[in-house]
């Protein structure tokens, strides 16, 4: 049941004390940009197509809000219209016994995407727009950003790719208040915002945002503009409400004190009951369940792995290439498999993809941030997004992106190439040496590093059809498929990839190395090499780096002369997760020598390279004979 | 000497054909790009005021190039115009043994900022052009990019800052080929890049980039502009000069085969001398020196410290606000002291130094990556700035922007406030609990996590008068003066702050707490606690959590009870650099615990923020007496 103006203009109050009230109860929050932006709230959900009932309804209207730290104004907003009952927000507001956080969190019904680090809601919200494009769900897309964002150059990256791709189904609404933490938007950092949006090549329109009338039909307007995305740029004021709020900076982020509420509320002419809520609150259990939502993600068929023989000699991305491919090809109709590129298609291997899904493949151009921001919010909405792009952008690049997509619980597979020194001669800006370490950062993405272009596949495969955040880090150059001692391909017919198992590819005594992606190999030519001359080592393959566990291999470590033989910042790759796990096993190994990338590495072919960082295989040679000989 | 139209035309034939011997003989690189650019670049490095008998005079302008890599046009241009030796660079390019890297390196005659990672050169050259403004070097700065890039948000937020400091002595020259390796740039995603200059207030120039007269005169009209920033937008040719080669986007990151240069040689009138270069290059050695050069840094004088007495009670980023607004006064007239502020000024307290020294500080908006990269840039141009930002925007969000600037060697102090879930109700998204984590992945930084007021105000001015790059992470709550067992401030009158020195705040025996940060003083209070009792436990305070060395205090440690208790992802952050040194020394505790922040964390106050996660008095009480009894 939609309301009617009456109807909108009389919640308005309420969710102003809302506002008010549950700020002030937990003497904390955003008050004032919560009490400009509460009459778009209330419109666009009001006219969005989501049902309180029904809130995770996979073929909803989505509603991205960026400026997450107005979380007081949506909550009230959504609590007043029927999503959740306004007590439990009033109480609960930053407490940790509430689910309702100080900015705003995917799950809670009605709202779609956590934010709180400015300027990624656009790029939210266009990840879902382009997915119901590629899934055929006729959804629209509502965004609200603050002028104060405006400047966060990943939203000039979102107008962008919303125009290239006709994103009529896409509307922005922007709080226009003209305050931000520092005083006067105007003053902070002029933006033209109108100007900017026409130079992109937005519909844009101009309302009065304390007006429904005026907020609803430029919404209506939006709807019948069928050539592209529009922009509503709402004037409102900070504090709209209540008098002695208006248009002060101030109330940014403090909430009223308590005789100050009494007065604002006697404006707003609505009754003050917070007594009842601190009493609730004072009951809230220490800390919550976890929150628990229908998450519309979905996991594709694995289909038949590509075997690669011992003749083959492909890199890793090549097989990943080809992999993706495989998996758009055979779930045609079933489940989408996207890829996310960022002008790299041949140095990523997309091109076959392109040719079999073209409806799938989706060019970002240069802009890493709003593409892996894109891929994220995309992987919620039906598909099987890859994010496809060198270790540097995909990881470095956009940390802080993939950051708020592991907050979010997105369902994203990163796919990064030219990982390691491994890349060569483009140099130190381009060596991706972190990925370990910076994967490690997060709770809850998985890494995969393959060692060869059959577990590539495997590793792309198990990536498709599991639900979860998964990064596969893999390097440039071709490599050999790594062998059994039978002479069969290791990863081959017989094998199924499981994360966080170790592959034992050589079994030996007194030295063991542990190894991962494109330099494992190598180890095993300098094991079968000690093998001609009677010395038998073990080789190790710890293909997910994060999932280390010493007890699992004790046999392996303890007492044994451990090498760690990684194309990775020897501080902050696999070296950490053992140490890690040693400590708290109380494992000791006889010795351990870690060979790694320990400074910014030159240009220069990666043959050179791995020798000047003593990673190619004669100096492991050097390194295992001396230890041997101890 | 300043070279007439009719010697830059006779350069630019002999730079490609240098562009085209060089990329083949190292085979690799750009030469697509470097062609289109190479006009603009010999225009710019022609009319710049840099000696290259004395390139590193502080007072030359500058020339940031940020498509780096067309190094080989940004290698030959100098080369030519008297740089260094061009043999160097043809024989050299892309080989380890040289210094002439795939990407353009900073400290290279001529080359200002190391490039590589798209869209972050047009921030260098806005700090440089800003540093000028503050230390009244009188220099106009250059920023060279091209139009693939221009869809890089941080090329919208450099455009503003731009035009909201007047800074006229900015000239940008746009290599505009509409070819990407993907295609043509209009096809990969359109920008309108004079339409978005002139939205955000730029002058805006357009020129043929292949023609000298036009080039030169726009630059000397973009010279005698005074109002704000000019751009000029070049229309070029990729490939340009060799027929086969001209619009054709499969050069872009490809070398020509031999025959094809014998070819395109012929078609420039140059003669092919290659056998010489590739003779050279076989002589190379193996690794280089490391590039030396002037770097232009200076630091400030630290001044008398400020000391808090066992009275005071204030948070560490109030000390820090005390401390870099006292620096700024005390150094005033002789090293200015900058800050560089998005949007935060309450919150990280640079209200006071705004005050003392409006003249240095900069509001550069939410725009934390432009942030970044103009504080980094503006490090070696004679000014000591703080990048000052809540953690999760000063590392997370900016990532890679702090890691080119590690690369770069840069001079710059990041101030870092509301680390840790110290900051409560916040939530999640502005939880920055890896700060240990994200500079452990940098090679040229220092990380400082001072314990009290009084550290933090050493750690200050230790950073500004200490060359390199410095982080100092602080919380955000008021935290009690650390006293020592005599009950006087521990971090007082007689103690100096050493990078690396491990503080051993009381001494014990059986179980050792090694702590940083904003709980280290709860750890004091607890092994105060148990003193009274007749329990003597050690704590230590690990200041330089990336440096710990168990070593230097394996008294503490070697079969001890040690707890790790941090503020910081659990498993990302001192626990990490303890196991490693335990294990790289042999050293074996006699059993770990870590206290630290094992998911993302809930809403709320920090005191039941630090209940959940034990990281209260209480619980740490409770873990200490178990071990006790053990």
């Given at each position: 049941m939609k309301k009617s103006l009456k109807e909108l203009k009389e919640l308005a109050k309420i969710c102003r004390a809302d506002i008010l009230k549950m700020t002030t109860v937990a003497k904390s929050g955003h008050p004032g940009g919560s009490m400009s932006s509460?009459?778009?709230?209330?419109?666009?959900?009001?006219?969005?197509?989501?049902?309180?009932?029904?809130?995770?309804?996979?073929?909803?209207?989505?509603?991205?809000?960026?400026h997450g730290h107005t979380s007081p104004g949506v909550y009230s907003a959504l609590a007043r219209l029927g999503f959740f009952n306004p007590d439990d927000v009033l109480a609960g507001f930053r407490h940790p016994g509430s689910i309702f956080e100080g900015?705003?969190?995917?799950?809670?019904?009605g709202v779609e995407w956590t934010t709180g680090n400015l300027g990624q809601g656009l790029s939210a919200g266009v990840g879902m727009a382009l997915a119901s494009k590629i899934t055929g769900a006729d959804y629209r897309v509502f965004v609200l950003h603050s002028d104060g964002e405006s400047p966060k150059g990943q939203i000039a990256e979102a107008r962008r790719t919303a125009v290239k791709e006709k994103l009529s189904n896409l509307t922005v609404l922007v709080d226009y208040n003209d305050i931000q933490i520092s005083g006067r938007a105007r003053d902070v950092l002029f933006v033209d915002i109108a100007k900017e949006y026409e130079a992109d090549g937005w519909k844009v329109l101009e309302v009065d945002g304390h007006d429904f009338e005026q907020i609803l039909n430029a919404i209506e307007?939006?709807?019948?503009?069928?050539?592209?995305?529009?922009?509503?740029i709402a004037k409102t004021i900070i504090g709209k409400g209540v008098s002695f709020m208006e248009n002060r900076h101030e109330y940014h982020g403090a909430p009223l004190k308590e005789d100050a509420l009494e007065k604002a509320l006697k404006e707003l002419g609505v009754e003050n009951d917070?007594?009842?809520?601190?009493?609730?609150?004072?009951?809230?259990?220490?800390?919550?369940?976890?929150?628990?939502?229908?998450?519309?993600?979905?996991?594709?068929?694995?289909?038949?792995?590509?075997?690669?023989?011992?003749?083959?000699?492909?890199?890793?991305?090549?097989?990943f290439g080809n992999a993706i491919a495989d998996l758009a090809k055979a779930n045609k109709g079933k489940v989408p498999v996207v890829a996310v590129d960022c002008d790299l298609k041949p140095s990523v291997k997309l091109e076959k993809f392109e040719k079999v899904a073209p409806e799938n493949y989706v060019q970002i151009g240069i802009q890493e941030h709003n593409a892996a921001t894109i891929a994220g919010a995309m992987s919620v909405c039906g598909v099987v997004p890859f994010f496809v792009d060198f270790g540097v952008f995909g990881l470095d690049e956009t940390f802080n992106q993939q950051r708020l997509n592991d907050i979010n619980h997105t369902n994203l597979k990163t796919a990064?190439?030219?990982?390691?020194?491994?890349?060569?001669?483009?140099?130190?800006?381009?060596?991706?040496?972190?990925?370990?370490?910076?994967?490690?950062?997060?709770?809850?993405?998985?890494?995969?590093?393959?060692?060869?272009?059959?577990?590539?596949?495997?590793?792309v495969r198990y990536a498709a059809s599991t639900p979860g955040n998964v990064v596969i880090a893999m390097g440039r150059s071709k490599i050999p498929v790594i062998l059994n001692e039978a002479g069969e391909p290791f990863f081959g017919e017989g094998y199924t990839f499981e994360y966080g198992k170790m592959d034992i590819l050589r079994k030996g005594e007194k030295v063991t190395i542990l190894t991962h992606g494109s330099v494992a190999h190598k180890a095993v030519n300098v094991a079968d090499k000690l093998k001609e001359e009677g010395i038998k080592i073990t080789v190790i393959n710890v293909s997910a780096p994060l999932e280390f566990d010493a007890a699992k291999i004790k046999e392996y470590i303890e007492n044994t002369e451990v090498i760690i033989y990684e194309d990775h910042n020897k501080y902050n790759g696999l070296f950490v997760e053992f140490s890690k796990s040693v400590v708290e096993n109380g494992i000791k190994p006889a010795g351990?020598?870690?060979?790694?990338?320990?400074?910014?590495?030159?240009?220069?072919?990666?043959?050179?390279?791995?020798?000047?960082?003593?990673?190619?295989?004669?100096?492991?040679?050097?390194?295992v004979k001396e230890k041997i000989s101890k």
């Open positions: 509460i009459d778009l709230y209330l419109s666009v959900f009001n006219v969005a197509n989501i049902d309180p009932e029904n809130p995770y309804d996979p073929k909803r209207d989505r509603v991205v809000i960026s900015h705003i969190t995917r799950g809670i019904p307007e939006a709807k019948n503009y069928k050539l592209g995305p529009t922009v509503i917070i007594e009842k809520y601190k009493e609730m609150r004072s009951k809230l259990p220490l800390i919550r369940e976890k929150l628990e939502f229908e998450d519309n993600t979905v996991v594709a068929e694995p289909e038949t792995p590509i075997v690669y023989t011992k003749k083959d000699k492909i890199d890793n991305r090549g097989a990064v190439t030219h990982c390691g020194i491994d890349i060569g001669e483009d140099g130190k800006t381009h060596h991706e040496i972190n990925y370990v370490g910076i994967v490690r950062s997060f709770f809850d993405t998985k890494l995969i590093v393959p060692a060869d272009p059959n577990q590539t596949d495997k590793a351990i020598e870690v060979l790694g990338v320990d400074n910014y590495s030159p240009s220069g072919s990666n043959a050179l390279l791995f020798k000047i960082f003593k990673l190619d295989e004669e100096s492991l040679y050097e390194i």
